[in-house]
RNA sequence: GCGGGCGUGGUGGAAUGGCAGACACGUUGGUCUUAGGAACCAAUGCUUUCGCGUGCAGGUUCGAGUCCUGUCGCCCGCACCA
């Protein structure tokens, strides 16, 4: 009889082995292929892993393991994206060091991902916070500064008024700081910038040569938002010049009257020339739209607001017409030239802003069939046609909009242009947990970057590490640190006291992986030449345009001054569902005996599921929501290693349903998994001789191994077990398993239940450790088996069953469809209209 | 509003245009047990009589969960980007 399946003993046997033997330890070998998989590292919060960390983790660390077994010198790396504001706001509250904070959960994180069994080579780990790391991330910044890529500006920021920290446009969410939930405000601040604007077309472009899957590359291009137009260069009656951007400069004689944004310099400007008559009310508006955070501005869209700048008229180019000029905060002054022609026949928000202020709108592009301006614009581009337009009078739109062009260009009146909305990224955080920004300011030589050899510029120990409350870092007010010398002419200067935001460290520490220890550079030449690019990354959809945007970046940048060898760093990108965790507080989760006593309190499940939604809420309504501690859902890996085993916490995750798909955890299907890898752990008691699979195993086994290998190359891995787990079944049904498809079975497996399947090779002396195998193959003529069933369809209704040799021909089959009794009775005194036979498949008899 | 995705048993989910519900969970019955929240075996979409079934209504096709049109619902992203 077997021993009892001990995974508690044997998978830290397993760890240890692969600990002391250094099992997955990386070195640069040109005699194999290289394969980097890479998952994005975690940051290692207090409250330890989440069920989802692994999925990510699992699921790279299954192809991690094949390609090794197939050969491949895989790096699989992990590591520590340890600055940031929780860690801060812990230290803060609790009055412990940062540094002690992080070490004491990385500690945990380490163990917790340890108990996991990932094939991760622990020599390679990294951590952000490390001063030999943010040594190069502090380098990288005094390249882009050197190269005009950083620069300080002061500018409107989104100020979080929870966190009391500038936060990037990406980490505002619905007018919300994406991180605590606190509302976001403007403010005027003097930030460092980074020049991501430069790069807008690289970052679009560059996504054509790579496989990322569609969404990704969707979100990435429509965040930058690259859009064609025009610029139009409007003069007023005060003898500026007014320059809007425009993507329809078509409709340029539709143009009724003109909108800037509040901020506008020229309003600024008239008002201080006494032009503008309606000062008061001028200024209040913009007073008001300043005080506008995000979220009102955004809750305020639909209802537009503006005044009409009373003493200055803008003159239409293309006919001299003078129309008015309004101010709303409709218009940002962030995008295109701040200012905007209005044509509101033919655009939906000039239209609405006409109909509220009675201004004329003017039919400029007929549709097919006449359009209804005063119930909407028209603004279908496929099939105008210009008209009230002069020159461009019967031409479709694209052809006017290329006339107008042509017209503007040949009278100086405007131009072609590309427009973004990506806009700069905005780099400082007044904090204390992130780099130094390594910069000082010196009253005669301005703002001069600390010499290379001066880094890393680490953090100063402080223990108050509450921000200002003027907003300043905390850094702020340690003199000491602050004061120091001015590089460049050797005087009094005074250091930059924010900190980098934390994408900083993690927009290149797939590179650091690469060569962690390496003093002289921030990998060396050979290392990056032989492991890069990354050719598997995979991480979540919330850093589209986040993490996976800025690293871009920076390596596109690191590219071009020829620190990197090729210019993206990531040539595959896949992205994981969420794990969900059910509704404690819905119907449908609910044990069986309180859902029984409230239909019999409330008449039906319908009325019990809207008196829970009464009483808890609109979210009782949703059986499957994310994990949160309020309603006592989360779900701790340490207790499902602990009671079910790292190798079926694994098998799950990956079994639990589509992988590209959120799922929720249900802890009550474990159980199957379990049973799973303990019927495998069973086969030891019923082992035959024999080095070939056995003739009923034979189609099994080979169809088995070709569905495995071509699932984990597509993400299918529920699919991929589930087809191991229909081996079992028929490896049961014949009775016992022989040496040679066992030793298959648990290849095949490894990647998925690296534990048990290396303590049965083990056992069963088929050489130990799996881990040094290769990965198994299959005969692509042996996946089909000699007969199959097919159905025998009457008009596409399946009437009878039949046992056929593969290759049958069509006749053939027909035939003995016919012949088969149903059939004949069926098609007795019918007219056949249509015979066809699929193959392997069916018969359809088509019959009148 | 725009863009992307998705609606399949009690549940998670399978199905290159070809027998819908693979593989699991759960449930029911059984075996073995002092016991079962263990293990194993059997049944399990609904109805059981023809039959009906992939959100709903049409269409294409010999054949549609899959393709097309419309519609309803849910999720995600963007959100006045001119």
């Known amino acids: 009889m077997s021993s009892i399946y001990d995974f508690q003993t044997i998978e830290k046997k397993w760890q240890s082995y692969w600990d002391e033997n250094k099992t997955f330890h990386a070195e640069i070998d040109h005699t194999r292929p290289k394969f980097y998989p890479l998952v994005e590292f975690p940051y290692p919060s207090g409250a330890g892993l989440h069920v989802g960390h692994p999925r990510s983790y699992t699921a790279l660390d299954v192809v991690a393991r094949k390609r090794r077994l197939e050969g491949y010198n895989v790096l699989y790396t992990m590591g520590w994206d340890a600055f940031g504001l929780p860690t801060e706001n812990f230290a803060m509250k609790n009055h412990i060091h940062p540094e002690i904070v992080t070490r004491d959960n990385v500690a945990r994180f380490k163990s917790q991902l340890k108990s996991l069994g990932l094939s991760f080579d622990w020599d390679r780990e990294i951590n952000t916070t490390d001063p030999g790391y943010y040594k190069w991330t502090q380098w990288i910044f005094l390249q882009l500064y050197k190269h005009g890529l950083a620069y300080k500006k002061e500018m409107n920021v989104n100020w979080c008024t929870g966190c009391k920290v500038v936060l990037a446009n990406e980490e505002v969410v619905n007018g ?3 991180r605590c939930g606190a509302p976001v405000v403007h403010k005027e601040k003097s ?7 430069a790069y807008a077309d690289r970052l679009i472009d560059g996504l054509d040569g790579l496989d ?8 990435q291009k429509n965040w930058i938002g690259r859009s064609h137009g025009a610029e139009v260069n409007f003069t007023t009656t005060t003898g500026d010049n007014l320059t809007v951007y425009t993507t329809r400069c078509d409709t340029l004689f539709g143009a009724t009257y003109m909108v800037v944004s509040p901020e506008h310099a ?14 008061d009310e001028v200024k209040a508006y913009q007073l008001e739209a300043s ?10 869209n639909k209802n537009k607001t503006g005044v009409c700048l009373d003493g200055v008229k803008g003159i239409n180019p293309v006919n001299n017409t003078e129309i008015p000029i309004f101010i709303s905060d409709y218009v940002l002054a962030s995008y295109g030239t701040g200012a905007i022609m209005a044509v509101p026949a033919h655009d939906t928000r000039d239209w609405e802003f006409a109909k509220k202020f009675g201004l004329p709108i003017v039919e400029v592009v007929q549709g097919n069939t006449p359009s209804n301006l005063d119930e909407a614009a028209f603004t279908d581009v496929a099939t105008g046609t210009l008209v009230n337009s002069g020159f461009l009078n019967g031409l479709s739109v694209n052809d006017a909009k290329a006339k107008m062009i042509e017209w503007l260009e040949a009278n100086g009146k405007g131009c072609d242009k590309v427009n973004f909305k990506l806009r700069d990224w905005v780099f400082s955080r007044q904090r204390y947990w992130g780099e130094p920004i390594p910069m000082v300011k010196c009253d005669k030589c301005g703002w001069q970057p600390i010499p290379e050899s001066e880094l890393p510029l680490t953090l100063p120990e402080i223990t108050d590490f509450e921000p200002g409350e003027d907003g300043e870092s905390p850094l702020a007010r340690h003199t000491d640190w602050v004061n120091t010398t001015c590089p460049c002419c050797g005087g009094p200067a005074k250091r930059e006291t924010d900190t980098m935001p934390q994408w900083a460290g993690s927009s290149w520490y797939f590179l650091r992986y690469m060569d962690p220890h390496n003093d002289e550079a921030l990998a060396s030449k050979e290392a990056l030449e032989y492991w890069g690019p990354v050719d598997w990354y995979n991480g979540g959809m919330e850093h589209t345009t986040l993490h996976l945007l800025y690293s871009r970046f920076w390596h596109n940048f690191l590219y071009d001054i020829g620190v990197v060898p090729y210019s993206e760093p990531y040539k595959k990108r896949t992205s994981h569902g969420m794990i969900l965790g059910l509704n404690p507080r819905s119907f449908q989760n609910l044990p069986a005996a309180e859902q029984k006593e409230l239909v019999a309190k409330y008449g039906s499940e319908k009325e019990a599921q809207k008196a829970l939604v009464e009483k808890y809420g609109e979210m009782a309504a949703h059986p499957v929501v994310k994990m949160s501690k309020s309603l006592g859902n989360v779900v701790n890996p340490d207790d499902i290693v602990r009671d079910y085993g790292a190798d079926t916490m694994r098998t799950y995750e990956m079994f639990m349903g589509d992988f590209e798909q959120s799922a929720p955890w249900n802890t009550a299907s474990i159980a199957g998994c379990k049973r799973f890898l303990d019927r495998v752990w069973k086969f030891q008691d019923n082992v035959v001789d024999g080095d070939s699979y056995r003739p009923e195993l034979e189609v099994p086994f080979n169809q088995t191994i070709k569905k495995v290998s071509e699932d984990i190359e597509t993400l299918k891995y529920n699919t991929a077990i589930a087809a191991m787990m229909g081996l079992l079944n028929k490896i049961d049904a014949v009775g016992s398993i022989n040496r040679k498809e066992y030793r298959d079975l648990l290849i095949m497996l490894n990647p998925f239940a690296p534990h048990i399947t290396e303590e049965l090779f083990e056992m069963m002396g088929f050489g130990s450790p799996i881990t040094s195998q290769s990965w198994v193959t299959y005969d692509p003529d042996k996946c089909t088996e000699s007969t199959v069933e097919i159905a025998v369809q009457i008009c596409g209704k399946v009437r009878a069953k039949l046992n056929v040799p593969v290759d049958i021909s069509a006749e053939d089959a027909i035939a003995l469809a016919k012949a088969e009794e149903k059939i004949a009775a069926a098609i007795a005194g019918k007219t056949i209209v249509k015979e066809l036979y699929v193959k392997g498949k069916l018969v359809n008899i088509v019959a009148k």
């Not at 990322?212 to 979100?219: F, H, K, L, S």
């Not at 005080?291 to 305020?300: A, G, Q, V």
């Open 212 to 219: 990322y899957i569609e969404r990704v590359a969707t979100q």
């Open 176 to 178: 919300v700081c994406e």
């Open 191 to 197: 930030q460092w910038m980074l020049k991501i604007t």
């Open 266 to 279: 020229l309003v600024g400007e008239w008002l201080e020339k006494g032009i503008i008559k309606n000062v």
């Open 291 to 300: 005080r506008k955070s995000d979220m009102e501005r955004t809750e305020l």
